[in-house]
């Protein structure tokens, strides 16, 4: 019995960690995940922006959106889900996920300013990338999206216990991951 359970722990933790060869952990992402895309609720009123197409550039329409299965999550203008980064640090105007971690992890940017629909607008800002590009924050939150995901995806939610959905008010979504997190 006792060896039944170390391979149960065994199998779950490489499981838990499993990547390609020789790719890094935390460049890693678990099988698509995804749903039915939903309706955008209707914001209370006083969190969104008015904006005309000019005022909006890609990558920076942010939309609070409740899936079934995920719960509260946050979209861009594609459907792509976005997700925060525990590397990085609310309090600080800057991003921890920089070069193979970018090409995977895609940072939201714009260079207007983000439009929003059921997110209080007080909490949507930028920050500078070491590149020069403005990247979206969420509560202070840099926001992602991971580079193969297609809309309604949430691929890598609790990857490396690091990478999470980001709700309408900048937490960690944490919903739909393959082992408790705390």
Known sequence: MLVVL???????ATWWQAGEPGEPVALTA??????SLPSPRVPPP?????????EVPAGTRLTA?????????VLDETGAVLFRYERDDPRKARSACLGDCAA??????????PSVT????GIVDTIKRPEGARQVTLAGWPLY????????????????HLWFVVK???QRNLNCLPTPVQ
Do not use: C, H
């Open 145 to 160: 999206k991971f580079a193969n995901a297609r809309p309604g995806e949430w691929t890598g939610q609790g990857t490396d």
């Open 65 to 73: 959106v409740y899936m079934t299965r995920m719960g509260q999550a």
């Open 30 to 35: 678990k099988a698509p995940v995804t749903e």
């Open 104 to 113: 995977v992890w895609i940072p939201v940017t714009t260079t207007g300013t």
């Open 168 to 170: 309408p008010d900048g």
């Open 46 to 54: 006083g969190t969104s922006r008015p904006s005309s197409p000019a």
């Open 118 to 121: 059921g997110i209080d607008p």
């Open 6 to 12: 170390a391979a149960l722990v065994v199998g779950a």
